[in-house]
């Protein structure tokens, strides 16, 4: 005899309570991520777009400059003539010429501060902890001030000290604005990166430095050997804030101007892309800011992917 009894529904299927809790969290989730989402898209990714779309135009100017500015679309016209453009070129170049001698420096002074805090000897560790980090705790702004005094021709103790010495320094000639604000980039941001490495530090197993010891290896053993290689990821991460950091110098340059007027106006790519702003000339403004960011962009993950071939090979 033939039973006409519903059959069960089959578990995950479209009516079953499985699927209905599935459909829920995701509404859930959806709805957690909402503001977040919203934010970014109008934040992040819909002033890049505008960026990007206000780029590829050119604003023209007819007679004496007195009419309003026509804009008419340019194509890759922008980006040609600013890479035409030798003071926006020479730009690029000192931002790239500063990072390479100061970000390495920076961090290998982060990293010589952190295994020093972590050494077993070291005495006082708090307070060489937050007198590292003092100088981060700072505001850039007054940092870059003191910074100015502290090289500024007619007040400048340093300069006073060489000229008892029979030295004429003066640290705002052009050869030396490159090295005081490589220097005033070390000074604020060594101890920030400092303390992502120390904290790394803290996280590698005592039982590795213990068997390492009873192996007879001496402090700067493990520290080559155990500790260097464990915290290698916090090494890559602070890099790549460092290298993005650096494609964006603008505080240091701009406060030091007031004593060095020598200081010109396209110093590094922001300046220039506030000055053709100032001018009037955004869509120039904004091919210079699209060429930085696909500076930085090819900067940052050609590190990346640099590091991860070199994890890969050893």
């Not at 490495?197 to 155990?226: F, H, K, T, V």
Request: with cysteine; net charge positive; proline share 6%.
């Amino acid at each position: 005899m033939t039973s006409y009894a519903p059959q069960a529904k089959a578990a995950g299927g479209p009516g079953s309570p499985i699927s209905w809790h599935t459909r829920q969290r995701s509404r859930t989730a959806l709805l957690f991520l909402a503001p977040f989402a919203t934010l970014f898209l109008c934040m992040y990714l819909a002033p890049i777009a505008y960026t990007l779309y206000q780029s590829l135009f050119r604003q023209k100017r007819d007679g004496l400059g007195l009419s309003e500015p026509t804009t008419t679309f340019a194509g890759l016209a922008n980006y040609a003539q600013a890479m035409g453009d030798a003071g926006f070129r020479d730009s690029l170049l000192r931002v790239l010429l500063i990072g390479a001698v100061q970000v390495p420096l920076m961090l290998g002074t982060a990293l010589a501060l952190a295994l020093l805090l972590d050494a077993r000897r070291t005495l006082f560790k708090r307070f060489f902890r937050l007198a590292f980090f003092l100088p981060y705790a700072l505001p850039g702004v007054i940092g870059a001030l003191m910074w100015s005094y502290l090289v500024a021709p007619e007040l400048s103790p340093i300069s006073a000290i060489a000229s008892h010495f029979g030295l004429h320094l003066d640290l705002t000639t052009d050869g030396m604005l490159a090295p005081v604000v490589g220097n005033m980039l070390t000074w604020g941001w060594t101890g920030y990166n400092m303390l992502i490495i120390y904290a790394a530090l803290q996280a590698i197993p005592a039982e590795l430095n213990e068997a390492a010891r009873m192996d007879g290896c001496s402090a700067i053993g493990i520290a080559w050997r155990i500790k260097i290689p464990m915290v290698r990821p916090a090494l890559v991460l602070t890099t790549v804030f460092s290298i993005i950091g650096t494609a964006q110098l603008y505080n240091e340059p701009s406060i030091l101007r007031s004593v060095a007027p020598n200081l010109s106006s396209d110093y590094t790519p922001i300046f220039a892309a506030y000055s053709s702003v100032n001018s009037g000339n955004f869509p120039y403004a904004a091919t210079q800011s699209v060429i930085l960011a696909l500076l930085t962009l090819v900067l940052s993950f050609g590190f990346l992917k640099f590091v991860q071939r070199k994890g890969a090979d050893l």
